[in-house]
């Protein structure tokens, strides 16, 4: 069996399994249910495994391995957070010095209805801002409270920001990986 060069920041190994324990055909199957998302039951990977036609030892130990050469960097969850009714969402940009853009930028991440907070490079002339974050709720009225509170509690009356509200929801998913045709 051919084998890639290892990843020098990864475990050494190969990228490519053992046809003979595993099913070269279920292991591209795991990685197209894989993009979908885990099923929503008890035991997920016993449901991929179902799918897929391998077992769940086998699926369990091809997502640790894919992890381990970096080819699974992160895994998420997608909220589908219009149909839990936050209909008012609020992406709040601010101009914030470079010295104070990761304090700032921790103190905001860490208020409960703030929901995504990261800094960005500025796009200067048009674009100042380096610090994003994004608040959801129910009602426009909510969202501007919020956005008040954060302020004052947080001294950011000097600070130059923008508040840009939604007004459609694109598709949400996951990376794709494996043609599924």
Known sequence: MNHPAPHPDRHNGSYLFDTEAFSAWGLLRLRQKLEEGLPLTPRPYLALA????????????????????????????????????????????WDVSDEQVSELGRALAAIPFVTLCYQRPRRLPDWPYNLFCMIHGVNRERV?????????????????????FSNKAYLQRGGRYVSNS
């Open 50 to 93: 179902e799918q897929t036609g391998l077992t769940e030892q086998q699926v369990m130990d091809a997502v640790h391995h894919w992890q381990d050469q970096g080819l699974i960097k992160r895994s998420g969850l997608i909220v589908k957070h219009r149909t839990l009714g936050y209909r008012a969402n609020a992406m709040v940009v």
């Open 144 to 164: 501007l409270g919020q956005l008040d509170q954060m302020i004052a509690s947080h001294h950011l009356e000097q600070i130059p920001h923008a508040v840009l």
